[in-house]
C-alpha cells in the first residue's frame, strides 16, 4: 500500500527535477483519482470506468450503504457522458453485468442494475475479477485514464483480499473504510507506468 505522507516528502524533494517528477507521477496517480471520489468532478476528457462489487455474504451488512453510495456519488457525481462504464460482481467466480459508453439513459440502468446486486454467497473473487478488468483495460483503445473501484466487504486478513494482494493487484491502490463495507481505488496498469517512469529516471539522472 502506498505511504501518502512519505510520497508527499518525496515529491517535495525531487521537485526542481523533471525527471524525478516523471518517476513520481505513476505513484501520485491513483492518489489524485481517489480525491475524485470525495469531491465534484469538473474534468470533460472521457475516462474507462470499471467497477466491481463484492457480491458474497460479507457485503450484508453494509450492502444498502454501499449501493447508494456507488449510484449517487459515483455514477450521478463521477461518472460522465461519454465515459465508458464496466461493472463486474465478484462472487464465485467475476461476471460482467454491464458495459456501455456513458449517456444520461445507461447512467439509470447501470443504477439499477447495482441495485438488483444480490449479496450471497461464501466466496468472492476479487483476484479474477481485477485480472478481468485489467485484460479489458489492455485491451481498450490507448489514450484513455482507467478508473477502478473494487467496493468490498471482506476484512484484510481473509482469503480475497491476500490472494488479490499476492498477486499484485493490489499494489498500487487506496482504500476507505465504511461500517460493513470499503472501497479501493485501484491502479492495475501503475506497474508498467511505473517501470517507464523509472527507467526514464534513471537514464537522465
Not at 44 to 68: C, R
Not at 152 to 176: F, H, M, Q, T, W
Request: aromatic content about 8%; glycine content about 10%; some cysteine.
Amino acid at each position: 500500500m502506498i505511504n501518502y505522507g512519505e510520497m508527499n516528502h518525496m515529491n517535495q524533494k525531487d521537485a526542481k527535477s523533471g525527471a524525478g517528477k516523471r518517476f513520481l507521477s505513476g505513484f501520485l496517480l491513483v492518489f489524485l483519482l481517489s480525491i475524485r471520489i470525495w469531491g465534484e468532478d469538473s474534468r470533460d476528457i472521457p475516462v474507462d470506468v470499471y467497477i466491481i462489487v463484492d457480491s458474497s455474504s460479507s457485503m450484508e451488512k453494509g450492502k444498502d450503504e454501499a449501493v447508494n453510495w456507488l449510484c449517487g456519488t459515483v455514477i450521478d457525481g463521477i461518472v460522465r457522458p461519454g465515459d465508458s462504464l464496466s461493472i463486474w460482481t465478484a462472487g464465485a467466480e467475476p461476471e460482467l453485468i454491464y458495459s456501455k459508453t456513458v449517456s444520461a439513459e445507461t447512467k439509470e440502468e447501470a443504477k439499477n442494475l447495482i441495485k438488483q446486486i444480490r449479496f450471497s454467497g461464501a466466496a468472492a473473487d476479487y483476484k479474477g475479477a481485477l485480472n478481468a478488468v485489467r485484460a479489458r483495460a489492455l485491451a481498450a483503445p490507448g489514450g484513455r485514464m482507467a478508473y477502478t473501484l473494487l467496493i468490498s466487504g471482506a476484512n484484510p486478513k481473509d482469503p480475497p483480499i491476500k490472494e488479490a494482494e499476492s498477486a499484485g493487484l493490489l499494489l498500487y491502490s487506496r482504500v476507505e473504510s465504511f461500517s460493513g463495507w470499503k472501497v479501493f481505488t485501484v491502479g492495475l496498469d501503475l506497474n508498467a507506468r511505473v517501470r517507464e517512469s523509472a527507467g526514464a529516471y534513471m537514464k537522465n539522472r
